[in-house]
T-cell receptor, first 115, second 118 residues
Framework: AQSVAQPEDQVNVAEGNPLTVKCTYS??????LFWYVQYPNRGLQFLLK??????LVKGSYGFEAEFNKSQTSFHLKKPSALVSDSALYFC?????????????FGTGTQLKVEL | GAVVSQHPSRVICKSGTSVKIECRSL??????MFWYRQFPKQSLMLMAT?????????EQGVEKDKFLINHASLTLSTLTVTSAHPEDSSFYIC??????????????FGNGTRLTVT
């Protein structure tokens, strides 16, 4: 069965420092991986996706993620964190099925960027 | 970009009453809409998937008679929580997509509805 894991409930980082939010996956076929961000009392906003092609994916707001097939990971990164990046981040795995694609959400990682 | 509007953003109702939440795709035709429920500090739990003009498909454990979903047009889906009780208090989020779900067409989410049942 497919699954996605975000091993850290919370990540704290100082403003200006690089940040990493971890995501690992398990799937029998080709993974389609997404990152979404959620601000308090808001819906999720799309950040970036990996479908195929280059392993390094660049997305919104300066975020990027690297797809690593050997490590089954898709960690979200940003070279220099901002206080406004503080939010809840979800890694999402999409599996193509005959009956409609299935989405599996990670448990979320709360990012806190401090001055 | 694609916009999904969800209304209301907050609602407080008394136990036993029904509440309707609307989800609209403003600038695209949503072939599929999803309804999620999110508990504090937890991930999203898929409640049901609805396709325009057909009955919604509910996830296991979700009461279809309690959470009524109607997807009457390609731009509107509604979730009605019937005979609401305090345990139904939660954050409900809708999302919509066009084309193949969630691959070339990422999900577009509404801003959510905070339901409080007193």
């Amino acid at each position: 069965a497919q699954s996605v894991a975000q091993p850290e409930d919370q990540v704290n980082v100082a403003e200006g420092n690089p940040l990493t939010v971890k995501c690992t996956y398990s799937v029998s076929g080709n993974p389609y991986l997404f990152w979404y961000v959620q601000y308090p009392n808001r819906g999720l906003q799309f950040l970036l996706k990996y479908i195929t092609g280059d392993n390094l994916v660049k997305g919104s707001y300066g975020f990027e993620a690297e797809f690593n097939k050997s490590q089954t990971s898709f960690h979200l990164k940003k070279p220099s964190a901002l206080v406004s990046d503080s939010a809840l981040y979800f890694c999402v795995l999409v599996i193509l099925t005959g009956g409609g694609n299935k989405l599996t959400f990670g448990t979320g990682t709360q990012l806190k960027v401090e001055l | 970009g694609a916009v999904v509007s969800q209304h209301p953003s907050r609602v407080i109702c008394k136990s036993g009453t029904s509440v309707k939440i609307e989800c609209r795709s403003l600038d695209f035709q949503a072939t599929t809409m999803f309804w999620y429920r999110q508990f504090p500090k937890q991930s999203l739990m898929l409640m049901a998937t609805s396709n325009e003009g057909s009955k919604a498909t509910y996830e296991q454990g979700v009461e279809k008679d309690k959470f009524l979903i109607n997807h009457a047009s390609l731009t509107l889906s509604t979730l009605t929580v019937t005979s609401a009780h305090p345990e139904d208090s939660s954050f409900y989020i809708c999302s919509a997509t066009y084309g193949a779900t969630g691959t070339n067409s990422p999900l577009h989410f509404g801003n959510g509805t905070r339901l409080t049942v007193t």
